[in-house]
């Protein structure tokens, strides 16, 4: 009679929770090493080391470095950036009071968190690694010019806008973010101006803000 082989244990694969956790620490932590020491000078094993993981477990998230990075930004910048949606002002809603009410926060965000940093370093490695800038372009700059257009458009079809310089020129709104970015790392880092504070300034140019009687 012959023995039944025994049966060995299933292993169980790691739940979605701790592969989303594993993921979004790996992602921090390459963050934090790109802003440090910048793209080329990033090490894969410093990254892993940061996250506390195997270098080999990085790997299977992202195959290069290249995909680390992109993988960066899309979990940095991306999720705001969509979240903005169509611009639908209310029927009693201004253009500019619309715009003040879904960028700023916006922006608030953007320079409260980590986001900000991703946007410095497409401002120091973008020239000298091309794919930087264009998947920045890609996933944060063009959407967020597409979304003030089309809100230009509006404005200017409803008579709020003089003329259709803003249709043409949307990334005027956005110019604020980035000469914050190049006051906080090289200009100004001791008394920096918000972005908020200039973006608000710059929305106000294109669209005063109504006055209210009494």
Known sequence: MSETPEKKPRTRGLSPEKTAQTRSGLLAAALEEFTEHGFAGAQMSQITARAGIA??????????KTALF?????????PLI???GAPEPGPDETVGDFLRRTLLPMMETIESSRRADVA????????NFPFIAQTY?????????????AAAQI?????ELRDDTLVRHPQLIFA????????????????PVPGATLLAEQIDLFFPPRRRDG
């Open 70 to 78: 992109e993988g960066v930004v899309t979990e940095f910048m991306a």
């Open 55 to 64: 270098k080999g477990t990085a790997y299977r998230y992202f195959p290069t």
């Open 176 to 191: 604020p973010l980035w000469l914050s970015m190049i006051e906080v790392g090289i200009l100004m880092p001791e008394a």
């Open 120 to 127: 410095r370093l497409v401002l120091a490695e973008g020239k």
């Open 137 to 149: 372009r890609r996933e944060a700059y063009d959407r967020t010019n597409a979304f003030v257009r």
């Open 82 to 84: 969509s979240g903005i």
């Open 155 to 159: 404005a200017l079809e409803r008579g």
